[in-house]
């Protein structure tokens, strides 16, 4: 089993929806551990990633570079190699390569402090106002193209995570093979929007694949093969 780590940088404020609103008063609600500190979900970023491999296989087809193998997965128009990484869909083997939750840097530390903190001072220090050091609220309302005014009832409340938050998680691969990580370097610095509200400026990121404190990095590789 090798162990490789993924980090994430909000570029811009983020809605890792976590499909439930917050009683009457936000519509659009993120994901918080018990103490109200956000994170981003494995199955999230498995699926996130798991797009993007297919993106750039399909730019490798298309360009003719056979940086890895790009055989098609049969009758579901997948490539093979996506497939042997994130596993497929309704099979009882689970897939070798196992994606952990992405929590805020730190984020040991952070919790047993706070933890500490709301036994100690639980009148001061609540999970709301944790929840508010890492979060903002915005509101946004839909337009009506022919009165050019805001439709009625439209009104949306929406809490982001703040643009700038770190997070970082593992992914470990059993039975090792470099293609593997060949695309999935790849594939991490592809997603470059993640969360819902993309097209109103929400969401982008920069990820990056790291093997201990150096980033996992393909790209002379690349390079190499475009210059034959």
Same mark, same amino acid.
């Given at each position: 089993?090798?162990?490789?780590?993924?980090?994430?940088?909000?570029?811009?404020? %983020?809605?890792?929806? &976590?499909?439930? /609103?917050?009683?009457t008063?936000?519509?659009?609600?993120?994901?918080?551990?018990?103490?109200? *500190?956000?994170?981003?979900? +494995?199955?999230r970023?498995?699926? %996130?990633?798991?797009?993007? +491999?297919i993106?750039? %296989?399909?730019?490798?087809?298309?360009?003719?570079?056979?940086?890895?193998?790009?055989? @098609?997965?049969?009758?579901?128009? *997948?490539?093979e190699i996506?497939? &042997?990484?994130? /596993? @497929?869909?309704?099979?009882?083997?689970?897939?070798?390569?196992y994606?952990?939750?992405?929590?805020?840097?730190?984020?040991?530390?952070? #919790?047993?402090? $706070?933890?500490?903190?709301t036994?100690?001072?639980?009148?001061?220090?609540?999970?709301?106002?944790i929840?508010?050091?890492?979060?903002?609220?915005?509101?946004?309302? +839909?337009?009506?193209?022919?009165?050019?005014? +805001?439709?009625?009832?439209?009104?949306?409340?929406?809490r982001?995570?703040?643009?700038g938050?770190?997070?970082?998680?593992?992914?470990?691969?059993e039975?090792? @093979?470099?293609?593997?990580?060949?695309?999935? &370097?790849?594939?991490?610095?592809n997603f470059?929007?993640?969360?819902? #509200?993309?097209?109103?400026?929400?969401? $982008?990121?920069?990820c990056?694949?790291?093997?201990?404190?150096e980033?996992?990095?393909? *790209?002379? &590789?690349?390079?190499?093969? %475009?210059?034959?």
């Open positions: 089993m090798k162990t490789f780590y993924l980090h994430i940088t909000l570029q811009s404020p %983020c809605l890792v929806g &976590s499909g439930e /609103g917050f009683g008063v936000i519509d659009s609600d993120i994901v918080f551990d018990e103490l109200g *500190i956000p994170f981003i979900p +494995a199955k970023i498995k699926g %996130c990633l798991r797009d993007s +491999a993106e750039v %296989c399909e730019i490798f087809e298309s360009a003719k570079i056979n940086l890895v193998d790009l055989q @098609k997965d049969g009758s579901e128009n *997948i490539f996506v497939s &042997s990484i994130f /596993g @497929k869909q309704g099979e009882e083997k689970s897939a070798p390569v994606f952990s939750n992405l929590t805020i840097l730190g984020y040991k530390e952070i #919790k047993d402090w $706070l933890t500490y903190l036994e100690r001072h639980g009148r001061i220090l609540s999970r709301e106002s929840i508010s050091q890492y979060t903002e609220i915005r509101q946004q309302t +839909a337009i009506d193209e022919e009165k050019g005014t +805001a439709k009625e009832h439209s009104l949306r409340t929406i982001v995570a703040k643009k938050l770190n997070f970082e998680g593992m992914i470990e691969m039975n090792f @093979k470099e293609e593997w990580l060949k695309l999935l &370097s790849f594939a991490c610095m470059r929007h993640m969360g819902t #509200k993309r097209n109103r400026g929400f969401g $982008l990121i920069e990056g694949l790291f093997e201990n404190s980033q996992v990095n393909f *790209i002379k &590789s690349l390079e190499e093969i %475009c210059m034959r």
